[in-house]
C-alpha cells in the first residue's frame, strides 16, 4: 500500500501552483526580442523556432524532455505497482510528481531563455497538435461507459477499449502533455501563455492520480472544455478574425452539449438550456458567417469519427496483441 500525505489535497493549490509558474514565465520574459523569425511558410510551418537549427538548443531541448519524459513514466509505473486505494489525501508519489513536474517547468523557462529552440526544430508540427487531439479522443472513449457518446446514450462495444485504456492512459497522456511541452518554447504572446497555462494544468491532473481529485468531474470537464477555448485564443491571434476562433469555440460548444455536459450532475431543465443556448448560438454564427457556418456541422462530426476511427484502431492492436501472446504461450 502506497503511503499517504498527512495533508489533504486542496484544488486550489494546484490552481495557485500554476499561477506561480506563469508568473516566473512573465517574468523571465522576453524570450525572443533578439531573433528574426523566418516568414511564414503554410500550415505545416512552425514559426517559433530559430531561424538555423543550433546544437546546444537540440541537445537541451532533447535532453530536458527526454528526464522530464522518462522521469514521469517511472513515477506512474511506481504509482501502478504500489495499487493503493484513491483517496483524499496525496500519495507520496503525487508530491513527487507535483515536484518533478515544476522542477522540469522550471528547467524549460531556463533552457528557452538561454537556447531558445524547443522540439519544433526537429519534429512536426502536427505530432504536437496530434498528440493531443489524440488524448481527447480517448477520454471521450473510456468516459463513454460513464457518460455516453451521444446525448447520454452509450455505445457498447466501445466498453471493452475504454476499461482498457483506463488501465494504461496514464503513459500516453504524460508522453502527449510532455512532449507539447517541450515542443514549443516558452513565450509572453497571448497564446503562448494561454498553452502553457493549460498545458502546466494537464501536468497537475497527470501529478494527481489515484487521488479523488483527478476523478472530480468538474475538474475534469473543464479540462477538456478548455482545449477549445485555448485553441480559440490562438486562432483569434493567428488570423486577427473572429470566424476561426467562434468555430473553436462552437465546436467545443457543440461537444458540450452532445456529450460532455452528461459527465456533470445537471438537472433535466440545465440540459435542455444549454442545448437551446447551443442551437442559438450556431444560428446566430450561420447569420454572421455564413461560409464558415458551412463547415461548423462537418469540423463537430469529424471529432466523433476521429473518435471510432480511433477505437478500431485500439481494438485491432488488442487483437494482434492477444494473438502474439496466444503464439507465445504455444511455442513455450
Known sequence: ????????????????????????VMLAGPYSAHIEFLPDQGASWYYWKLPEASLPAQLTS?????????SMWAIIYYAVQAKPNYSKKLHRFNVLALAVNAVFVV?????????????????????????????????????????????????SFLFSV?????????????WAIIYTF???????????????????????????????????????VSLETLFSVHGALVAYFMSKTGASASMFLLTGLGAFTITQMYGI????LQRRLILVFTLAAFVVFGFLEAAEAQRLPIVVGVR????????????????????FNRRKKVTL
Not at 499517504?4 to 495557485?16: D, F, K, N, P, Q
Not at 503562448?192 to 472530480?216: E, K, P, V
Request: with cysteine.
Open 107 to 155: 528547467l524549460h523557462i531556463v533552457q528557452t531563455k538561454i537556447f531558445y529552440d524547443g522540439l519544433a526544430q526537429d519534429t512536426s508540427i502536427f505530432s504536437s497538435f496530434g498528440s493531443v487531439v489524440v488524448m481527447l479522443f480517448m477520454i471521450f472513449i473510456m468516459e463513454n461507459k460513464r457518460r455516453g457518446l451521444f446525448f447520454g446514450k452509450k455505445v
Open 182 to 220: 517541450w515542443y514549443h518554447p516558452i513565450e509572453i504572446t497571448i497564446g503562448h501563455l494561454a498553452g502553457t497555462f493549460y498545458t502546466i494544468m494537464l501536468m497537475l491532473q497527470g501529478s494527481l492520480f489515484f487521488t479523488r481529485s483527478h476523478t472530480n468531474r468538474w475538474w475534469t
Open 304 to 323: 466523433y469519427v476521429g473518435i471510432f476511427i480511433l477505437a478500431l484502431l485500439l481494438m485491432l492492436l488488442t487483437q494482434v496483441f492477444l494473438w
Open 62 to 70: 532533447w535532453v530536458g524532455y527526454l528526464c522530464h519524459q522518462l
Open 265 to 268: 450532475p445537471l438537472t433535466s
Open 1 to 24: 500500500m502506497a503511503e499517504e500525505v498527512a495533508i489533504e489535497y486542496r484544488w486550489w493549490w494546484g490552481l495557485l501552483g500554476c499561477a506561480a509558474l506563469i508568473g516566473v
Open 162 to 174: 475504454g476499461d482498457n485504456l483506463k488501465r494504461y492512459h496514464g503513459y500516453y497522456f504524460s
